[in-house]
């Protein structure tokens, strides 16, 4: 055996010969019709096979796809959403107790801890949404590390002011400078990376490449089906060759089970774009701008006059937009924010007003009284409420969109299987008329 | 005192900063060569020699010498028509530029959000006087490197905020007579050995971004490292946070920052000359001959020393105020 294995040539030069004459063989079968018979039957035994193959597969992409959109990518948008508004909502918050003077009010120390709170819940969900090793991951990181940063610098500003020592002052300084200078930004590309993983979600949930292979197989396979029948019936007595028939009316289903259930996809995915992920991403946006301003506002009044953030103020008023196209199936909301915003904005020029016309404690009483806060509060809320109404028909447009999907992925080769077995049956048949 | 005063005040007194600590060492905002807003010298920067500003005028200029005021006080309400007076009269209320985290000078009181101290009460002093009643105040809080400019771009009627006068600053503002006489100390941990700055070579002293104090550092022989942040308040914060190793700025504002932390002392002695004076725009003399007019009577009828008691009096008794010297 030794011998023998060690005088073989080479093994490139051991294969070109058997090849030549494999194809030679093959090529030969269609000059008789046994030969010919062989022929369709593999033809249509590997059509068939990788149909229900490719069927299965695309089911299965399709399915994973919309499960990871659903499951995984839109949570992640609205995950690193809620970090940033509940980091900037701290920020503000935190500002805000300072500016009151004495000891925070307890209703705002107890909103800053439910920012905290809101942040910390939201960011371990985000660190099981993202990738490893992936930007989105090490964001989620880095703002771990720097909420708890974060925190500890707010708790000793609390436990200075608590002794009343101006300290506390400068700790909250620091504290708000590393909120809106590191953590913002952090949160903010976590958003952005999300925001793009939505989009290559919707692309991997559409699987387009698998369908189109899929589309070609069939064609394919439906033309070899065709074509053996009318070659049967040609050069047999049977007009009719019955498992075959029963073949291509299994395919027959198994293509029209793909095409609705993916027809079907489609349309819900195209509505949970429309009417959850864009709106859901606009409103979003639409929050952190908002809670840009009044972060500004409060900011601009702890400064007491050393820094003016009223141009951010400016630019994040700029760009807040009730008509944006992408907020048309959440019209019932948008009057009502543009409303509350614009009550909100009269009320932050009145603070203006009084800052420059010198009164200082009379705009920061405006700034941090109860109408301010309700009007600011009012416009947030009704920014939740139309965030979560548009999460929720993103949910049920997914859900709709998943349908069907994960039976046809195991239905799906199992059909082509059975129609493979009654293709082999009704050619083996003709074949043993030739022995 | 002062004959130890004209060489120091003459070299060292831009680098420390007028302000008690706090010279405003930045270029003005309207000089071609430098940004205003200059946070220049990032933390942990290292700037020995930085502090060369001795420009030709700082060598015959008595600091401490401001314009003699006009004769007695007019009566509140009452101010001459046409000067700076009347126009602060007129709009209501006079703008103070000052910090809020100076404790004893200028700080946010916590318990009522108000900001207070020693140099705030000069401001209501000059308030009452206009208007005869010393909460018509608006406090503008500036950065410690943009006093100079805050007056210069007239966004503020007048600067009290441990401000030394100094030569260097005396050719863009006026300056009122001197109203407190600081010097730069340095602060360290309790348990420290250092009985100095000098002691501090390789280490890490923070002081206020656009303060003399920070200037100051860099000419120490022993080469510490000057660490600038934007406010003595961040400075503190940095020295708890164990970022760097000492402060170093004028006496009182350290005494307020031990004031607040039982684990930093104070040490050394004073090793510049800060008198502070109120920054007062060029463009209004009658303003600043107004001002000194009030340092005088405070000084005369008691309220200096009764500010001085206020706020100071936990570091001893009650001293002489500053005498006025007037060019």
Redesign the interface.
């Known amino acids: 055996m030794t011998t023998a294995l060690a005088q073989r040539p080479p093994a490139t030069a051991a294969y070109s010969p058997p090849s030549y004459g494999l194809v030679d063989r093959v090529a030969g079968l269609r000059h008789h019709s046994p030969g010919r018979l062989q022929l369709i039957l593999t033809t249509l035994l590997t059509l068939g096979l990788l149909t229900g193959l490719v069927a299965g597969l695309t089911a299965h992409s399709a399915s994973a796809g919309t499960a990871d959109l659903g499951n995984r990518a839109q949570p992640l948008m609205v995950e690193a959403e809620t970090v940033y508004s509940a980091l900037a909502d701290a920020d503000t918050t935190a500002a805000q107790a300072f500016l009151a003077g004495g000891l925070e009010p307890a209703a705002l120390t107890q909103r800053y801890d439910d920012d905290l709170a809101r942040a910390g819940t939201a960011l371990t969900n985000a660190a099981r949404l993202v990738p490893d090793d992936s930007d989105a991951a090490r964001a989620v990181a880095a703002l771990s590390t720097g909420i708890a940063r974060y925190s500890a610098l707010v708790a000793t500003a609390r436990a200075n002011n608590r002794q009343v020592l101006p300290l506390g002052a400068s700790y909250l300084a620091a504290a708000s400078q590393l909120n809106r200078e590191t953590l913002q930004p952090k949160a903010q590309a976590l958003f952005r990376l999300a925001t793009d993983e939505i989009s290559a979600g919707y692309d991997a949930a559409r699987s387009s490449w698998w369908l189109i292979l899929l589309l070609v197989l069939s064609v394919a396979l439906g033309v070899a089906l065709f074509w053996s029948q009318i070659y049967l019936s040609r050069t047999t007595h049977r007009t009719f060759n019955v498992p075959l028939v029963a073949a291509t009316g299994l395919f027959a289903v198994l293509i029209l089970a793909v095409g609705v259930l993916f027809a079907n996809q489609r349309t819900h995915l195209d509505s949970a774009a429309q009417k959850g992920s864009a709106p859901v991403t606009a409103l979003a946006q639409l929050r952190i701008l908002v809670l840009t301003e009044r972060a500004d506002e409060a900011l601009t009044l702890a400064a007491h006059g050393s820094a003016d953030k009223e141009e951010d103020f400016e630019r994040a008023s700029g760009a807040i937009y009730f008509d944006d196209p992408r907020l048309a199936y959440a019209e019932r909301f948008t009057t009502t924010l543009k409303d509350r915003h614009e009550a909100y904005l009269t009320i932050h020029g009145q603070v203006r007003k009084l800052d420059k016309s010198g009164d200082y404690d009379g705009a920061v009483a405006l700034a941090i009284g109860e109408q301010a806060t309700t009007t600011f509060g009012d416009l947030t809320t009704t920014l939740d409420q139309a965030i979560d109404n548009r999460k929720a028909a993103f949910t049920d447009e997914i859900g709709d969109a998943g349908d069907g999907l994960d039976l046809l992925s195991v239905l799906g080769p199992l059909l082509a299987i059975a129609a493979c077995v009654l293709a082999l049956l009704g050619i083996r048949a003709r074949l043993e008329e030739y022995r | 005192m002062r004959t130890r005063l004209a060489p120091i005040v003459a070299t060292l007194a831009l680098l420390l900063g007028a302000a008690g600590c706090a010279g405003d060492s930045s270029p003005r905002y309207d000089e071609v060569t430098a940004a205003p807003t200059g946070r220049q010298p990032g933390p942990g920067s290292a700037t020995p020699g930085s502090s060369t500003p001795a420009k030709p005028a700082v060598e015959n200029c008595n600091p401490r010498a401001s314009l003699r005021p006009a004769g007695a006080l007019p009566q509140p309400g009452k101010m001459p028509s046409g000067t700076w007076m009347a126009k602060v009269h007129a709009?209501?209320?006079l703008?103070l530029g000052t910090s809020?985290?100076t404790?004893l000078f200028s700080?946010?009181?916590?318990?009522?959000?108000?900001?207070e101290g020693f140099d705030v009460d000069m401001g209501r002093m000059i308030a009452q006087a206009i208007f005869g009643d010393p909460d018509r105040l608006?406090?503008?809080?500036?950065?410690y490197n943009?006093r100079v400019n805050s007056v210069l771009k007239g966004e503020v009627d007048v600067v009290a905020d441990t401000m030394t006068a100094n030569c260097a600053r005396w050719k863009d503002v006026d300056f009122s007579s001197i109203y407190y006489e600081a010097g730069q100390k340095v602060l360290v941990n309790r348990d420290s050995t250092a009985k100095g700055i000098e002691d501090l070579g390789g280490k890490k002293i923070c002081a206020a971004a656009g303060s003399t104090s920070y200037d100051n550092i860099g000419t120490v022989k022993s080469k510490p490292i000057a660490v600038a942040k934007a406010?003595f308040?961040?400075c503190?914060?940095a020295f708890?946070q164990n970022e760097v190793d000492a402060i170093s700025t004028d006496d009182t504002i350290l005494a307020g920052?031990a004031a607040?932390?039982p684990y930093a002392k104070v040490i050394g002695e004073r090793y510049t000359e800060e008198p502070y004076g109120m920054a007062i725009s060029k463009g209004h003399p009658e303003f600043t001959r107004f001002v000194n007019a009030v340092l005088e009577k405070a000084r005369q009828d008691g309220t200096w020393a009764r500010t001085y008691e206020k706020w100071l009096g936990r570091f001893g008794p009650v001293p002489q105020p500053p005498g006025a010297q007037y060019r």
């Open positions: 709009r209501g209320r703008v809020q985290d404790l700080s946010r009181n916590p318990l009522t959000g108000k900001v608006q406090i503008k809080v500036i950065g943009e406010s308040g961040d503190l914060v708890q920052m607040q932390d």
